[in-house]
């Protein structure tokens, strides 16, 4: 054995080496992150489902809320009531054209929203953590997914011959994990933001204009509410698999994945508008384009009249002879086509 091949044996000895040890800290290492971070702070119930008028983050919540609604929602409230209220008068002075018909049993129900809104966002976090808490305690101790080992135990991971398969697996699961912890904390910035501008946010409903901004901000929150459910439905069948790494990765993919899939949902929710808006246009355009067909079609059968037709006294056709086509309701007229009477 030459020199060189003794150089590269002992490198890639030594690279097998290394990763080995990765392996063998790697797992240690995803259980404190799972357990110090995830469960901790961000999964258990008291952190997932929060009481945001209480605690520290709770104090600084409440003072923010009173302080947005005396300085914001109130001289909000003014400027768009007062603006409603020219443009009403107006509307029934000089004719403008708009539909108020109703609206102040709209603006009312919206005040009563907004002003409820905060308190009533805390209720659905009550809520949401009673249902939630027992998913957090089902299988207690060796199924309940507030335990990394139990989350981990499914690995198959370790031995020299698959020791590159396990740093790929260890990878693969450290991405998804930390996609986990940035979607876990960003949904509990959500939790304490948007109820203390839920107020602000109702009243777009009231113009057209902002209120499919609205909608996405109260659909952001209720689907951050709801995405722990469903996400402990996939980290508890984890902790049932043994020895299939595979499937482990699966179901924690699958568990990063539902806030991707609120996402997809609420964009769609929220593309109705548009897609009525479109579809609404496309069928003018083609009631359009169906007339103009018609018309070039009465231009054909000008040409082509039969000699059936027309006004000659012993059945010949006059020159620019017609058949005269008239809709289904026209009434006086015997013979018809699937569309049209002809008269």
């Known amino acids: 054995m030459n020199f060189v091949s003794i150089i590269v044996d002992a490198i890639l000895k030594a690279i097998s080496y290394i990763v080995s040890a990765i392996v063998l800290i790697g797992k240690p290492i995803l259980e404190s992150l799972y357990n110090g971070y995830i469960s ?120 020299a011959s ?24 960003l949904r509990a910035a959500i939790i304490y933001t948007l109820p203390i501008l839920a107020p602000v946010f109702t009243l777009l409903f009231i113009i057209p204009q902002t209120k499919e901004m609205g909608e996405r901000l109260w659909y952001l929150f209720i689907d951050s509410l709801v995405a722990p459910l469903l996400m402990a439905v996939p980290l ?27 996402a997809m949902t609420q964009s769609s929710r929220n593309a109705t508008n548009f897609l009525g808006r479109s579809v609404g246009r496309g069928v003018n355009t083609s009631i359009s384009k169906i007339s103009t067909n ?6 054909i059968v000008k040409t082509f009249a039969t000699p059936s037709e027309g006004g000659g006294t012993n059945g010949t056709p006059q020159i620019g002879a017609v058949r005269q086509f008239s809709p289904l309701n026209g009434g ?12």
């Open 294 to 299: 018609l018309k070039g079609a009465e231009t």
């Open 236 to 262: 508890i069948l984890s902790t049932y698999v043994r020895n299939n790494s595979v499937l482990v990765l699966g179901f924690l993919a699958l568990a990063d994945a539902i806030p991707t899939m609120f």
């Open 162 to 185: 698959g020791s590159i398969v396990s740093l790929l697996i260890l990878i693969i699961f450290i991405f998804l994990m930390l996609y986990l912890l940035l979607f876990l904390s």
């Open 332 to 343: 006086g007229s015997s013979n018809s086509s699937l569309f049209f009477k002809v008269r």
């Open 40 to 159: 901790k702070y961000l999964l258990s119930p008291g952190y997932a489902f929060p009481n945001i008028v209480n605690g520290s983050i709770g104090v600084g919540v409440k003072s923010l809320y009173y302080f947005v609604m005396f300085n914001i929602y109130d001289p909000g409230l003014t400027i768009v009531l007062t603006i409603l209220g020219i443009l009403i008068l107006l509307n029934s002075s000089i004719q403008l054209g708009y539909d108020f018909r109703n609206i102040w049993i709209k603006i009312l129900l919206l005040l009563v929203l907004s002003n409820i809104s905060f308190f009533l966002l805390q209720d659905f976090l009550y809520i949401g953590s009673l249902l939630y808490t027992q998913f957090w305690n089902f299988g207690f101790p060796l199924h309940n997914f507030s335990s990394g080992s139990n989350i981990l135990a499914g690995l198959q991971i370790g031995g």
